[in-house]
């Protein structure tokens, strides 16, 4: 992959999206809240649910294709954000050489709301089912605070892999 991060279209389909956001939507109730980058928004790692390691498995080939790259998958990680939340600027470990970040269903009072995933200083609003690939330990990424009315919430998946050919290739899949 050339490019820092690209946007793909259809990442997961509809019917997908709609059954993992209403999976996280029932988990959410007995998950932690709170990890070293967010608090308030409950979180879930692929060694916890074999939902989230299938979709991260679902999506590796099209991830391959995206990137020109063979990957492999080291673990995924989901989020039901809440307002609030507020991901500073970072890059990630060498675990996420690869990642994707995809949009899930969200429930916003204002219609009109869209929050974004911001790549270095590029605001970028992911559609449903859509995601950015992106290298995590090259480009800086955050999200602004999430501004919406508190019963509101944003359901995201991530995806991280490793380039087979790359400095990070000896990493195993996290259990």
């Known amino acids: 992959m050339q490019e820092l991060y690209k946007y793909a279209k259809k990442m997961l389909p509809n019917e997908v999206v709609r059954f993992v956001s209403s999976w996280m939507l029932i988990k959410s109730k007995s998950l932690p809240t709170t990890d070293k980058q967010i608090q308030g928004s409950p979180w879930m790692h692929t060694s916890q649910d ?3 390691t299938n979709v991260l498995h679902y999506c590796q080939s099209r991830v391959e294709k995206e990137t020109n790259l063979q990957l ?3 673990y995924g990680y989901t ?3 809440r307002p609030g939340a507020d991901l500073q600027p970072h890059l990630d470990r060498p675990a996420c050489e ?5 949009t899930m269903q969200y429930s916003y009072k204002n219609k009109n709301y869209r929050w974004p995933i911001c790549m270095e200083n590029k605001p970028i609003i992911i559609e449903l089912g859509d995601g950015v690939i992106y290298k995590g330990c090259e480009v800086s990424h955050w999200r602004p605070i999430f501004t919406e009315d508190p ?4 359901h995201q998946i991530f995806l991280h892999y490793v380039d087979l050919n790359g400095p990070y290739s000896k990493l195993k899949k996290e259990v």
């Open 50 to 52: 074999d939902v989230l």
């Open 72 to 74: 492999s998958p080291t």
């Open 79 to 81: 989020r039901l954000y």
């Open 98 to 102: 690869i990642s994707v970040s995809i």
């Open 151 to 154: 019963t509101s919430w944003h």
